[in-house]
Structures are given as C-alpha cells and as structure tokens.
C-alpha cells in the first residue's frame, strides 16, 4: 500500500494563469520529492485566499501543510530543510525568508529593499524577508509557512473573518492557544515578487494595515507592538522627518540625510538609493493611516487621541500630497542618476 505524502502544497489563485513561471517548475525540483501539491482556483473555491486555503486543507492527504502564494517560488531545499526542524512535538509550524527574486526589475527590488529594513518592516521583524538567524516568532505570513496538519485543525485552521491577516490569527491560536512553537529558519526558503514602488506597493501595504489596528486590540500579544505604529512619527508628525525621507541617502544629494545611510541598510547598488526613502514614506503614509482610522473607529484610543487619529487618517496630506512629493521626488533622483551615466 503507498504511504501518503508527508507534505501537501498548498497555492491559492485566482486563476492558473495567475501562478508565477518559476513556481511549478520549483515544487517539481524540489530535493525532498514526497509531496502533492493542491492549487485552488476561483474555479474549485471562490473567494479570498483565506477561503481557498482552508478548503484546500480538506482535501490535503499530508501530515504536513505548506502554503505558498502564487506568485513566489521556493528554493529546491525548502521542503528537505523544513523537514529536519518539524519533527519536535513542540514544534507547531516552520517558516523562513520571503527573499526578492534576483530578477525581479528595478522597482521590485526597491519595493524588496523597503520590506527587509527596520524602518520598512516596522513591528513585523526584518527576518521575515531576509536571511536572519533563527528564533522563535508569534507571527509570520503565509506565503512560507509550514504547518502540522493536526495543530491546524485543532485552531480550526485560518479564521476566514480577517483577510489579510488570518496568517496572524492562525499563529496567535497556534502559540497562545496550544502553547507551542513556530520556528523561523533561514534555510526554509522561498523568492517572492515583490509589488512594485509607487502604486501596487502602496495598495499591498495599505491592505496589510487595515487590520492591523484591530488586531492591536484583540491580539495584543502578538500585534500591540511599537513597531507597527513607529513610523507614524517619518511620516505624519515631524516635517524634519519627512523633509529627511524624502532626501535620498545618495552621495552627489544636495541635502544631508538626518540619520547615517546605514539606518536604511542602503543596497550595494547606489542606482537603488533614491527610491528608499521614498518606499517608505510613501508605504507607512498608507498603512499608518489604515491602522490609525481602524483604532479611531474601535475606540482603542482615549477620547483626547481620537479627533488627532482621525483628522491623521483623513488628512489630505496622507492621501494626496504626500504620495505626489515621494513620486516627484524618486522620478527627480532617478533623472538625475540617468543624466550622469
């Protein structure tokens, strides 16, 4: 009798085409070749990810569950690795970097570069896009996460209500819950497209933040965090603050930055310093005032805060100003790169 697959592959899409090129042809090198892979479609489950992973947990005949976005593709070790670091029993989950593809274009890249600093991670940790040594964490993406099918079930798997975000919840339930651990490893890894700087950035990271500020308030343990509402103060508080991310850290700018480049961990390649400070001006501007406007509406602020996190949520400045200075500003450094070569 065959034995069943210890791991089941889990890809929610909207439709095949929608998967990204490398993807299948990554799962089918894999170095550990005991799995199945599941791909749901709005065709099989229509819906949100949320919905389509859940159904696709149903159908999975392995011990193991590992989701995986459609449009990033794992190293062909990711399973093998994986597979060394599940076997505790304490062990409820493993994950690892979401890395920027090497050939992703200019624009990814930058987007890439904004997710794995400090100030573009903010309370999400910078290990979750790149390679950092190992620790025990409370909250991790789906997009590279592997999960024991039986610990998922007893959570009664993603919490269909928080999309995006029902990654977060599953990880609460997973540590607080059954008290057990999810394993962060550099070498479970996976290359994952990044949306590109100005537009798809924003909208991605302004989705990530519109559950963020209830998530503060029931998930405290894993969610109220400094972090997440730090970059408040580059982006709506300081005028000398913004004037300093939108001056690029690059050595022929005319203004000096107010701190050291390393505080933005700047790429090898100055063609890339320009956009950073705009990626994350522009992606907290965004993310920031989604969060603040859910905490105004949730009542998690006093009284005295809440017409200030409103009238921030609103601003016409957040929503209009502000992403016509980051562009103007990125398009000025770039020209002015180009004109040099």
């Not at 505790?88 to 890395?99: D, E, F, K, M, W």
């Not at 509402?229 to 022929?252: E, K, Q, R, V, W």
């Amino acid at each position: 009798m065959q034995s069943l697959p210890p791991f089941s592959i889990i890809i929610p899409c909207k439709t095949k085409k929608d998967l990204c090129p490398e993807l299948l042809p990554a799962i089918k090198n894999q170095s550990h070749q005991n799995f199945e892979t599941i791909i749901i479609t709005d065709k099989i489950c229509p819906g949100d990810p949320a919905n389509k992973r859940n159904y696709a947990t149903k159908k999975a005949k392995g011990k193991y569950l590992a989701f995986i976005d459609s449009d990033a593709y794992p190293h062909s070790d990711w399973l093998k690795n994986a597979t060394k670091h599940l076997k505790p029993a304490h062990i409820s989950a493993v994950c690892g970097p979401n890395l920027t593809p090497p050939q992703d274009n200019l624009y990814q890249k930058t987007s890439g570069l904004v997710w794995s600093s400090w100030l573009g991670a903010g309370g999400a940790g910078t290990y979750r896009n790149k390679i950092s040594p190992p620790r025990f964490v409370t909250d991790f993406p789906s997009s590279n996460l592997i999960v024991k099918k039986s610990d998922f079930n007893k959570v009664k798997g993603f919490n269909t209500s928080f999309w995006p975000g029902e990654d977060t919840k599953l990880c609460h339930d997973l540590v607080y819950k059954l008290h057990k651990k999810i394993l962060y490893h550099p070498s479970i890894q996976v290359f994952h497209h990044r949306r590109p700087i100005f537009i798809p950035h924003l909208k991605q990271i302004s989705r990530f933040g519109f559950h963020r500020g209830l998530f503060a308030r029931i998930l405290p343990k894993t969610s109220l965090k400094p972090g997440y509402f730090a970059p408040l103060i580059f982006t709506h508080h300081s005028p000398h603050s913004l004037a300093h991310l939108l001056t690029p850290p690059h050595p022929n700018w005319p203004l000096p930055p107010l701190f050291p480049p390393s505080s933005y961990h700047p790429p090898h390649s100055p063609h890339l310093w320009p956009l950073l400070p705009q990626g994350f001006c522009f992606s907290h501007s965004s993310i920031d005032s989604k969060a603040l406007f859910d905490c105004h509406k949730l009542g998690l602020f006093s009284s005295a805060l809440k017409k200030l996190s409103l009238a921030f949520s609103i601003s016409p400045i957040c929503k209009y100003a502000l992403p016509k200075l980051c562009i103007a500003s990125a398009y000025l450094g770039l020209s002015s790169i180009a004109r040099k070569k």
